[in-house]
């Protein structure tokens, strides 16, 4: 047992006690020490001072505070690569699902120093868990088209709706560069990327009538000058057709660029067999191309995304029944459809279009990380997806040991070292993370095997993941007990130059 005590008093108690007796600040005794990078998998402890683990050891050291977690796996904190779930409310739920750093990667953001100050997003000074964002390809059009109407990410677009609806009836999304504006958009994109944007994010998909040819191998040839990677929802053509990612490969092996594929399985669908040996056979020629997934079965955007200016139902091979309004369940008719698309043009959607199988290989493939893709949860008034909310446990309670796709280890180092080793060649802070291991930064995730699962639901999604004892950021704990602590806020705002 151990005494709760106010997180401020702790720390006093700690520096001073450990100062005088030589005792570390925090010991976890005795739990499953799980390193998927080194292959650790044994009963350990491990030791804490000053936000970072200083010791993984056979014997127990002495500490201020012994917290014992014996029967219960210690793992890195997980590394959510896709999320635009960042809000107060949004942060709390991710600790929840045992999520450290939650990293705006797809969207991002421009001025990147912008990210997370403003509006119901705001989490600067007050972050529960770690954050972070690209440099926004769609931000530096918006500066570059919109005039007084721009915006610097998807936050100023969403407002208090909770639906994740983006505006993108606005010239950045619809107009082309022309030859003379290129030069601008690349000096653009240099100073997001010094500003410390952690790579460059591109909304290619809802941008398709718009972004081609110069403008595309510019933005390539930045990110491989600076080394950055780009991270981009590809375009999406008729279900399975995989031209968009085809395109992606073939510009990062003519310009050096490192990619990232956003949601493989949302993007493949019945093409996940191919996209897979596609990304494989490039890496394999020295391409540096990485990828994600969520383990869901729907997607989630506004109903006025690109996509469904195009004959959409053939695209997803749906029809109007397999949509819903994010924010109530209603599903569609046709009628309702062109009359909600009239009249509230941005309105946050999920699309059921997937199916368990192709969702199946890209969860239990060991090189396509974890990312949850949640949308803005500004209120449980208004119902969001559940995959904000639940991935991770999701994947090791349902994946790895209900259905045994996946081992333990593997289904770990997905949201661990693989997301940290995609960004840790350019942002080294995360050679830090993704970790158990003496250096690393103390973000921590605990939980049990034999009990973490997720709870959320497409009809109820405000429901927290169980199973997750606790959760630490920078060697603070932000969940105790299985229980989120109000009032907590150690999580950093994570820069390329860290």
Known sequence: MHQRLPPLLWALLSLTTASLTGAHELVLKGGRVIDPESGLDAVRHVAIDDGRIVAVSESAPSGVEVVDVSGLVVAPGFINLHSHAWTPLGQKFQAQDGVTTELELESGAYPVAEFGTKGPFAIAGNAVV???????????????????????????????????????????????????????????????????????GMLLDYMSEAVHGAEMLAVFEVAAERGAPIVVHIRRGIAGDPTGLYEVIGLAERTGAAVHVCHLQASAMGGMAEFLRAIRAARARGARITTESFPYNAGSTANTAAVFNRDWRKVFAIDYEDVEVAATGERFTEATWHEYREKHPGMGVIHHYNREAWTAIATNAPDVAVASDGMPIVSLEAKVPPWGIGTNARVLGRYAREKGGLSLMTALSKMTILPASILQDYSPSFRRKGRIQAGADADITIFDADTIIDNATFQDPYQPSSGIAHVLVNGTFVVRDGEFLEGVHPGRRVLRGD
């Open 130 to 200: 770690n954050f972070g964002a690209s440099l926004g390809h769609a931000w530096v059009r918006s500066a570059m088209k919109d005039g007084e109407a721009a915006v610097s990410g998807m936050d100023a677009l969403v407002g208090g709706t909770g639906t994740g609806a983006v505006g993108m009836n606005r010239p950045a999304f619809r107009e082309p560069m022309s030859p003379e504006e290129l030069p601008a958009l690349k000096a653009r994109l240099r100073d997001g990327l010094d500003q410390g944007g952690l790579g460059i």
